[in-house]
């Protein structure tokens, strides 16, 4: 489908001179799908640009974009005012390619989504909030054990209510992992401590004392 279409990557604040500096890009940077093809890449920095008036610019310029951000509002005012398909990289609210590519991992090693147990335990941030939207929606048994005050988004738990006995919210970390077929973690501090006070788990969470599944981390140590 992106054969032939131009798509940038742009990370977050990216200025808008960095973006469109054409004249500078070959048409391989350009365009996906050559043989040494690569999107346009977008260096993070400072712009004074609204990001209405960054989104309508871009919409003439590319087919689809990627963009990495920390504000989720960015992330929809882009896709509200750009007029072509806009993909999240990464917001503070959702990580969703990345839970997308741990599912299809899931998914090759498991043989199939539907009727899995998963398990996760660490902060209610964005990988959190991503998996129990992906995990319920492939139809399989989600548990999230994170610490009081450390919650998932309140309309992600909203969401997850109309799952009923496949979703549950723990503070204990062997109840996520117990009987999991997979046990998804995120860093071992919390990534919204970089804004507020860390919490850490301690260094033997979760056991040796029950059997511990497949684990898939996002980047766990820092």
């Known amino acids: 489908m992106l054969l032939g279409k ?8 990216a200025g808008m001179k960095n973006l469109l500096k054409m004249s500078d890009l070959s048409p391989a940077e350009l365009t996906v799908g050559l043989p040494d093809g690569r999107p346009t890449y977008a260096g993070a920095g400072k712009t004074v640009a609204p990001i209405q008036d960054t989104a309508r ?5 590319y087919d689809a974009i ?7 509002s960015d992330v929809d005012a882009l896709a509200r005012y750009s007029g072509v398909p806009v993909v999240s990289g990464m917001t503070d609210y959702a ?3 990345q839970v997308l590519t741990d599912l299809m991992t899931v998914r090759e090693y498991k043989g199939k989504l539907a009727g899995l147990k998963a398990g996760f335990v660490g902060d209610g941030y964005n990988m959190a909030n991503s998996l129990i939207v992906g995990c319920l929606m492939m139809g399989m048994d989600f548990t999230i054990a994170c610490p009081n005050g450390y919650r998932p988004s ?5 969401f ?4 009923g006995d496949h979703f549950k919210l723990t503070t204990a ?10 046990l998804f973690t995120d860093v071992w501090t919390t990534a919204s401590a970089w804004m507020q006070p860390a919490w850490r788990w301690p260094s033997r969470t979760v056991s040796c004392s029950i059997p511990c599944p497949p684990t898939a981390a996002c980047q766990p140590l820092h």
């Open 6 to 13: 131009m798509e940038p990557t742009a990370p977050k604040e």
């Open 57 to 61: 610019v871009l919409g003439r310029y």
């Open 66 to 72: 990627v963009y990495r951000t920390f504000k989720q």
């Open 95 to 97: 990580h969703p390619l």
């Open 154 to 158: 309140a309309d992600v738990l909203f």
């Open 160 to 163: 997850a209510r109309e799952y």
């Open 173 to 182: 970390p062997d109840e996520a992992a117990r009987g999991a077929d997979v």
